[in-house]
Antibody
Framework: QLQLQESGPGLVKPSETLSLTCTVS??????????WVWIRQPPGKGLEWIGSLFYTGNTYYNTSLKSRATMSVDTSRNQFSLKLNSVTAADTAVYYCARQATVIAGNWCDPWGQGTLLTVSS | QSVLTQPPSVSAAPGQKVTISCSGS????????VSWYQQLPGTAPKLLIYENNKRPSGIPDRFSGSKSGTSATLGITGLQTGDEADYYC???????????FGGGTRLTVL
């Protein structure tokens, strides 16, 4: 059974860089037909897509993040990561990682990790 | 403001039926499959409907999905108090090369 687990610092200071890792278990991150995605949810608000990453390194990003986001994959550890620089209080959110089927494969996100709360505060 | 438009809230009595709409455009809903997600309070979203109208294993047939043109609809029959949650539609936007979520709809079972 495929499972995803986010890990991160919990608290980051304004202007610093946020770093999160998603560990995939139960299947290889090299599986075809799937992207690996980061999604966040500010407190009391809706879901916001951050970006999608293929195991080859091909990426798509939410342009609203203004190039602050960088995603990478470590196939040897079956993990993928997110870095978000120059964070502000507006980046405070629960961050989820998930598997995203490609458009050809059905275009859905499942499963999701349990989420990790990231607070930006001095 | 989301590219996919959902009503902020819907409500109905236990046992009744409710529908939640998701309106988009030709480059997202009109061009790609739509999926729906249920987020119970304090939990991660869960896939409810995929490829417009298919249910993952374990999802009861009280939940259904449909798509027509640039709009999609989630239907829930036989409402239960346990269905109270936030529901999101999602799809890929081919023009923007970006994943889109609707703004979410809060279902209240009165």
């Amino acid at each position: 059974q495929l499972q995803l687990q986010e890990s991160g610092p919990g608290l980051v200071k304004p202007s610093e860089t946020l770093s999160l890792t998603c560990t995939v278990s139960g299947d290889s991150i090299n599986s075809g037909n799937y992207y690996w995605v980061w999604i966040r949810q500010p407190p009391g608000k809706g879901l916001e897509w951050i970006g999608s990453l293929f195991y080859t390194g091909n990426t798509y990003y939410n342009t609203s993040l203004k190039s602050r986001a960088t995603m990478s994959v470590d196939t040897s550890r079956n993990q993928f990561s997110l870095k978000l620089n120059s964070v502000t209080a507006a980046d405070t959110a629960v961050y989820y990682c998930a598997r995203q089927a490609t458009v050809i494969a059905g275009n859905w996100c499942d499963p999701w990790g349990q989420g990790t709360l990231l607070t930006v505060s001095s | 403001q989301s590219v996919l438009t959902q009503p902020p809230s819907v409500s109905a009595a236990p046992g009744q039926k409710v529908t939640i709409s998701c309106s988009g455009s030709s480059s997202n809903i009109g061009d790609n499959y739509v999926s729906w997600y249920q987020q119970l309070p304090g939990t991660a979203p869960k896939l409810l409907i995929y490829e417009n109208n298919k249910r993952p294993s374990g999802i009861p047939d009280r939940f259904s999905g449909s798509k027509s043109g640039t709009s999609a609809t989630l239907g829930i029959t036989g409402l239960q108090t346990g269905d109270e949650a936030d529901y999101y539609c999602g799809t890929w936007d081919s023009r923007l090369s970006a994943w889109m979520f609707g703004g979410g709809t809060r279902l209240t079972v009165l």
